[in-house]
């Protein structure tokens, strides 16, 4: 079966400073890569996503995230965090083998002070 | 809004009572999906839809769950005799088969409370 790990359960960040949230997954086979963002009171928002190729992938609102394989690891960054940054960020696995179910991790709440 | 709408978007029920949730997926979406998050955790998969028919469910869904999705298009969440265990917020979600490898958009959620 597979799992998801974020290790950074809360993380406090003031204005421009740099992000890298940690997400490690467990899998034998390939995998597509997700990472969400929920802001307060809305719904889960895609924010980038891997399937294959390029193992540095751009998503919105100036996200990244790098998938090593070696690692089984799919780490978030973003150079300089804002205030409107704040939300809870999920990262989540699906197989490519069958099924269609994601599988995420526990989340990892940012608060970004000004 | 063209997104996926859920409805209620708050249910408190008494231990016991039944409830029902419905989901409206994304129009043309084939795909539909039941997860369940409690606080302090991620989503967790309850059971997908291909068209009307169940693929696959989670042990999660015991037997006092049911989902339905009978043409295809909205689908139905329904949690018999509710225990405080179930109190979650339960979200639905769509894709789309072929495209975009399948991205998964989800709703705001219906959150339900059994006291």
């Known amino acids: 079966a597979q799992s998801v790990s974020q290790h950074n359960h809360h993380v406090i960040l003031s204005e421009a400073a740099s992000l890298e949230l940690g997400c490690n997954y467990s899998y034998g086979g390939t995998v597509n890569l997700f990472w969400y963002v929920q802001y307060p009171g809305q719904h889960l928002q895609l924010l980038l996503k891997y399937f294959s190729g390029d193992p540095l992938v751009k998503g919105i609102k100036g996200f990244e995230a790098e998938f090593i394989k070696s690692k089984f690891s799919f780490n978030l960054r973003k150079p300089s965090v804002q205030w409107s940054d704040t939300a809870e960020y999920f990262c989540?696995?699906?197989?490519?083998?069958?099924?269609?179910?994601?599988?995420f991790g526990t989340g990892t709440q940012l608060k970004v002070e000004l | 809004d063209t997104g996926v709408s859920q409805d209620p978007r708050h249910k408190i029920t008494k231990r016991g009572q039944n409830v029902t949730f419905r989901c409206d997926p994304i129009s043309e979406h084939n795909r539909l999906y039941w997860y369940r998050q409690t606080l302090g955790q991620g989503p967790e998969f309850l059971t997908y839809?291909?068209?009307?028919?169940?693929?696959?469910k989670s042990r999660l869904l015991s037997d006092r769950f049911s989902a339905e999705r009978p043409k295809g298009s909205f689908s139905t969440l329904e949690i018999q005799r509710t225990e405080q265990g179930d109190s979650a917020m339960y979200l639905c979600a769509s894709s789309l088969k072929g495209t975009s490898g399948n991205t998964i958009y989800f709703g705001e959620g219906s959150w339900l409370t059994v006291v």
């Open positions: 839809f291909q068209n009307e028919a169940q693929l696959e």
């Open positions: 989540a696995v699906k197989s490519t083998g069958g099924g269609n179910k994601l599988t």
